[in-house]
């Protein structure tokens, strides 16, 4: 079992960079791939980025690609989303995910345990 908290969104101004956090707890956290996704209103969530339990194998929607990093650091159980020259369209609640497999998929349906999300707003 899994717990993931989410922390760092908050309201910015386009141009401007974030970094949110996401915490698990519950399993060893070497062992778990982790996602962000996000879910703007009125639209379905769709993937963001994914790191494997081993930080080898990365992935970025085509949307974020060159503007977002996702890094993790095992020993503090957190995994990060740094996000640079936000867009308007970025405005999300954005939710981290975790993958007991290890692999880091892209597709939503292969994350086991999904935190509550925490909201970025970009004002253009």
């Known amino acids: 079992q899994v717990q993931l908290v989410e922390s760092g969104g908050r309201l910015v101004q386009a141009g401007d960079s974030l970094t949110l956090s996401c915490t698990a707890s519950?399993?060893?956290?070497?062992?778990?791939?982790m996602g962000w996704f996000r879910q703007a209103p009125g639209k379905e969530r769709e993937f963001v980025a994914a790191?494997?339990?081993?930080?080898?194998?990365?992935h970025y929607a085509d949307s974020v690609q060159g503007r977002f990093t996702i890094s993790r650091d095992n020993d503090a159980n957190t995994v990060y989303l740094q996000m640079n020259s936000l867009k308007a369209e970025d405005t999300a609640v954005y939710t981290c995910?975790?993958?007991?497999?290890?692999?880091?998929?892209?597709?939503?349906?292969?994350?086991?345990?999904w935190g509550k999300g925490t909201q970025v707003t970009v004002s253009s």
């Open positions: 519950g399993r060893p956290f070497s062992t778990i791939a």
């Open positions: 995910a975790a993958d007991t497999s290890g692999w880091g998929p892209t597709v939503g349906y292969e994350y086991d345990y």
């Open positions: 790191i494997s339990w081993t930080g080898a194998s990365i």
